[in-house]
């Protein structure tokens, strides 16, 4: 996606957390880290080197032969020969933890960002090694590019509004520190929902973003969510999000702590449930998509179980037991007055 | 006067049981379908209720079944297709027109029949068709998630809604129309005081022996 306007689609999809991004490489310890990055090559290049010379830098660029896909390929190849390797890394001077500088090849061939060089977003030049230690002014400004962007699906001021809002921004915990876009959008593998994708996936590809950080709720012993009724198969269908953003029709980047949540079972589970405004709304399109409006009138709000409502059988259903009823009652006045009039004769 | 013993004590508590359920499942299928007005039970409530409601008419009917095979309640389930259009226009005829004029009953209940033949094929569809289809849909609500995705490219699930609710309203008309023609007996109550004593009452005159009147609920 580029301010461009090229291939947005709709939707937030996000693939796997992204530690927090690092940019620069402490040139303080060029020695420690050139021992890193040699063990790096070393471990690495065994297990990549068919990959690098048999795979391409993008898929785009393999299909085409724009002029400037090739110089975004040439680009990117230059970046993955060191950074597809899968054990690059380096352990922070800071923190002590291990920093993962690889990238995948392949999530970032099929991502959204899949046709942007490299330096669109790191902007610093890395013709040294070891790279620059600070991140350039607009290094990982995701806005920078998208706020302009055409497409009105995308409202980006909403977006940066709705995330100044949100539980992980205003989170004073410190695995919160430095939130950002990237936190659940991964640049290099984050790619859009596409309509057709499988509902199953699009759940557990959602829910695994919010499952890398709060990896509590993974545990069998975990009692969180134990509200809920059969706790497993809803969270296998519905994803965090469809509860801990506020409702809305686009996605809401809102994301609301666990006390701000809705916990009613109406909530979905009638005949305006939010999952049909949202989730299921992917559903939805993909079954117009698919099998056409004739199909989607039949289907028409009874994905959710419990809400097995067909507003036509329903008129059409209670018309009837009215009709009875009336019939009924019309029998019942009758035989009272064919008695009175038995009674009176008699 | 003649009296016939038609509900020993295991049907009578079988119905009532069944009443009760009825009435239950009808409130929380209803809170649940239409969920959302304040009117209505909570959804989670009603969930519970309607389950658990769910599970024990299960249990019942299956106990009505089984009963029917082993005593001799079962005879009067079985049809007789001899004489069945005549009784079928008849019966009709009395219900419709005849009941107007205060002809008198066309059937007459004794202890080998209890049923009228529209009675009787009510009855049958009620528990032999509807109720082990809904029984079978509302399981199969409770364990959705094992389903398949679809059935012959339909969504499983909502072949399941579909049929559980269709068989619901028909069973909601059927009670609609059977508490209605338990006040077609003898007097308005006679029918409901059978169901509590267990004795059918007959008055009628020229009926003194096995000739009671001809409506049971």
């Known amino acids: 996606m580029t301010s461009k306007g090229t291939r947005t689609t709709a939707l937030t999809v996000e693939l796997r957390p992204f530690p927090k991004p690092v940019a620069t490489m402490p040139s303080s310890r060029g020695v420690r880290l050139l021992f890193w990055c040699v063990l790096g090559l070393l471990v690495g290049i065994p297990w990549t080197t068919g990959a690098t010379t048999t795979s391409a830098p993008s898929a785009a660029a393999m299909a085409t032969t724009d002029p400037e896909l090739e110089r975004i390929a040439a680009e990117q190849h230059n970046c993955l020969r060191c950074h597809a390797m899968p054990t690059l890394a380096y352990r922070s001077p800071t923190d002590g933890e291990i920093v993962d500088l690889s990238i995948d090849r392949n999530a970032l061939a099929h991502s959204a960002h899949a046709e942007l060089s490299c330096v669109e977003c790191h902007h610093r030049s890395y013709t040294r090694y070891p790279h620059p230690r600070r991140a350039a002014p607009r290094d990982f400004d995701c806005l920078g590019c998208h706020r302009d962007d055409a497409d009105p699906r995308f409202a980006w001021d909403h977006i940066e509004t709705e995330f100044a809002h949100s539980v992980h921004a205003r989170s004073e915990a410190p695995n919160a520190e430095g939130f950002s876009c990237q936190s659940c959008h991964h640049p290099h593998r984050f790619r859009t929902t596409q309509i057709g994708d499988p509902l199953t996936w699009i759940v557990q590809e959602h829910n695994q973003v919010c499952l890398s950080c709060h990896t509590q709720l993974i545990s069998a012993a975990s009692a969180s969510h134990d509200w809920l009724p059969n706790r497993a198969a809803h969270w296998d269908a519905v994803r965090c999000v469809d509860c801990h953003t506020p409702a809305d029709d686009h996605a809401n980047h809102r994301i609301l702590a666990a006390e701000d949540s809705p916990r009613d079972c109406v909530g979905c589970h009638s005949a305006d449930a939010r999952l049909l405004a949202r989730l299921y709304h992917f559903r939805s399109e993909e079954d117009i998509a698919r099998t056409g409006l004739i199909a989607k009138a039949i289907y028409n709000e009874s994905y959710v179980v419990g809400m097995s409502r067909s507003p036509l059988l329903d008129r059409l259903s209670l018309a009837i037991l009215v009709l009875v009823v009336l019939m009924l009652t019309a029998h019942g006045v009758g035989r009272y007055l064919v008695h009175r009039e038995h009674k009176r004769s008699s | ?217």
């Open chain 2, 1 to 217: 006067m003649t009296a016939h013993y038609l509900y020993p004590a295991w049907l009578r508590l079988w119905h009532w049981a069944n009443a009760v359920l009825f009435v239950l499942l009808i409130a929380s299928g209803v809170s649940m379908h239409f969920a959302g007005p304040d009117w209505l039970i909570p959804f989670a409530t009603a969930r519970v209720i309607h389950n658990t409601t769910g599970i024990l008419l299960t249990i019942g009917w299956i106990g009505f079944i089984v009963a029917n095979a082993r005593t001799s309640n079962g005879h009067h389930y079985r049809l007789h297709f001899r004489g069945l259009i005549t009784q079928l226009v008849a019966q009709t005829h009395y219900y419709l027109i005849g009941i107007f004029r205060r002809e008198p009953h066309p059937f007459h209940v004794s202890e080998t029949m209890k049923f009228n033949v529209l009675q009787q094929l009510t009855y049958l569809s009620v528990m032999y068709a509807l109720m082990p289809l809904l029984i079978i849909s509302g399981w199969a609500f409770l364990y959705s998630v094992y389903l398949p995705e679809t059935v012959f490219g339909i969504g499983s699930v909502w072949i399941v809604a579909m049929t559980h609710v269709v068989v619901s309203y028909l069973l909601a008309l059927f009670l609609l129309v059977h508490l209605y023609i338990i006040t077609t007996g003898e007097t308005v109550f006679a029918n409901l005081r059978a169901m509590i004593t267990g004795w059918h009452r007959d008055t009628t005159p020229g009926h003194d022996s096995p000739q009671p009147p001809r409506e049971t609920p």
